[in-house]
């Protein structure tokens, strides 16, 4: 075992516990198997005084698209993080990227000077010039890696665009590239915000993902605060970092594959599976979806014995050290079927899950390629195979059939459309770039809160509180009917999780801990 790691194995006494489940409990041992099992990886509900400090980097798009109400909403929710969302031991730097790529507030401490600080510089931002999103995004990302980090600290990037990269690095994989050298051995979080229809959703996705971040589709301004405050709400709840699944199998395993959008390592020949999972937040709860099949078996065993291992390995916040918690499944090898098990409505929901989530994902590649019938087909097929299952009326799978439906309208139209025909380059390109369909998408594949409907489903108690907050902090501070750059009224600074206009919204007060200089 690796001496960095401590191991824990009562599940109630840790931060982060896993569990292994299956389809079924016996299997005839005179015939080969292939059946669903499920590793559930959940964080408990972190105490208010377990929060880790922060250095946040926001990276804004200032170009002249988003001038008007999108950019007096991100200002002021700027202003929001800086007076409320932040900490004193916290640092935030702020980097806009128009033509060019300005850090506009080194990394600040947000103390009493540092918020005043900050809220100076947010006031007189202006929009300017066209999109350099790579220039922006690689500053950014250097404001967090020029700074010093103590163990536990969360660093993250905030991108935000409106609009396509049109200079710098503009291609996705060039962009990821030169993010991934940026960052180095660093541990650093990107999550990327799209507001409207004509960003590159892939490319904001592939960032993302590439940083164990979120991709936040925004349909408009209204939804700004709410975006930025979920992606805060996240970061300020943190209970493990950089927690791995590994999955060992014996030899009556004769192979092991996870379903789903999840980055996994195989060793064949160490017979493991290694399931990267990122931070895990307060009350977060990850189901991964395994496919087994077991060999025959020479001589039946009645007896339940272990053919698989789970350990989850993390960085604990609260504990400042390295943990593991461990599990394993059983199954019995019986020489006759032994009845009827009931239905593990638990796996088949989330079976269900994985695929109508691929299913999506899939579909939205089919409309960017103009396959629109090919993405219908696929859809319609896996919208079916939901309904038709035991799990069909499960709120997640209803939800993601009733954002399935809307996308699914979209392909219709554009499909039937003739070419030529008046309006159809504009239907097409809609349904070619379907409003929060790889958002969605991400989010239910890895049960996130990424907008919409999942934001209900996947939101936990700090997320809920500081987007709530963050909404009505904008709201108060929202310019009269036709003007884009009214100056906002003063917000009270939140102390010790309530103040006088949020009160019970305020997300926790975290424990003070030392954070660089």
């Not at 709860?285 to 496919?291: A, C, G």
Request: glycine content about 8%; charged content about 20%.
């Amino acid at each position: 075992m690796d001496d960095s790691f401590t191991m824990v194995s009562a599940p109630s006494d840790v931060n982060v516990s896993v569990k292994l489940s299956a389809e079924k409990k016996a299997l005839p041992a005179a015939a080969e198997h292939t059946f669903h099992a499920m590793a559930t990886v959940t964080a408990a509900k972190a105490e208010e005084d377990e929060r880790p400090p922060m250095q946040i980097t926001a990276v804004l798009d200032q170009s002249t698209s988003m001038i008007g109400e999108k950019f007096h909403s991100v200002k002021e929710t700027m202003i929001f993080f800086a007076e409320k969302g932040l900490r004193e031991e916290d640092t935030f730097s702020i980097v806009t990227y128009g033509e060019d790529s300005e850090v506009v507030l080194a990394p600040t401490r947000m103390d009493h000077d540092g918020v005043k600080k900050a809220t100076n510089v947010i006031r007189k931002l202006q929009t300017k010039g066209r999109t350099n999103l790579s220039g922006g995004l690689l500053e950014g990302i250097s404001q967090i890696t020029g700074q010093a980090a103590v163990p536990g600290m969360v660093r993250a990037v905030l991108l935000c665009t409106d609009g396509q990269a049109n200079l710098g690095i503009q291609d996705t994989e060039g962009i990821v590239k030169a993010a991934v050298g940026a960052v180095g051995g660093n541990s650093v979080k990107i999550h990327t915000f799209g507001f409207g229809t004509e960003v590159n959703e892939n490319m904001l996705l592939k960032i993302a993902e590439s940083f164990d971040g979120s991709y936040f589709f925004v349909n408009g301004a209204e939804d700004i605060p709410a975006a930025f405050g979920a992606a805060l709400g996240s970061l300020s709840s943190v209970v493990a970092q950089n927690a791995k699944l590994t999955l060992s199998y014996d030899s009556d395993v004769a192979a092991l594959k996870v379903l789903g959008a999840y980055t996994k390592t195989v060793d064949a020949s160490a017979k493991t599976v290694t399931v990267s999972l990122g931070d895990l937040y307060s009350q977060d709860k990850k189901d991964i979806v395994l496919e087994m099949t077991l060999v025959k078996k020479a001589w039946p065993d009645a007896e339940s014995k272990p053919v698989m291992s789970a350990v989850v390995s993390f960085f604990d916040v609260a504990e400042n050290g390295f943990l593991k918690s461990a599990a394993s499944l059983g199954i019995a090898r019986p020489e006759k079927a032994t009845g009827d098990e009931p239905a593990n409505l638990d796996i088949e929901e989330n079976l269900q899950r994985v695929r109508l989530a691929d299913a999506m994902s899939k579909s939205a590649d089919y409309r960017s390629a103009g396959r629109f019938g090919a993405g219908r087909e696929l859809l319609e097929g896996a919208m079916t195979d939901v309904r038709r299952s035991a799990s069909g009326k499960a709120p997640v799978l209803l939800a993601m059939l009733k954002g399935c439906e809307a996308a699914l309208a979209q392909l219709v139209a554009a499909e039937s459309e003739p070419t030529g025909a008046p309006g159809y380059q504009s239907l097409a390109a809609a349904a070619a770039a379907p409003p929060a369909m790889r958002a969605l998408s991400s989010g239910f594949a890895k049960q996130k809160a990424t907008g919409g409907a999942t934001d209900g489903l996947y939101s936990n108690a700090a997320m809920i509180a500081t987007r709530q907050a963050s909404c009505a902090a904008v709201a108060v501070a929202a310019p009269p009917a036709g003007v884009g750059h009214a100056v906002p009224p003063p917000i009270t600074r939140m102390v010790h999780g309530r103040d006088e206009h949020m009160g019970h919204l305020a997300p926790p007060a975290p424990k003070r801990q030392a954070a660089s200089p």
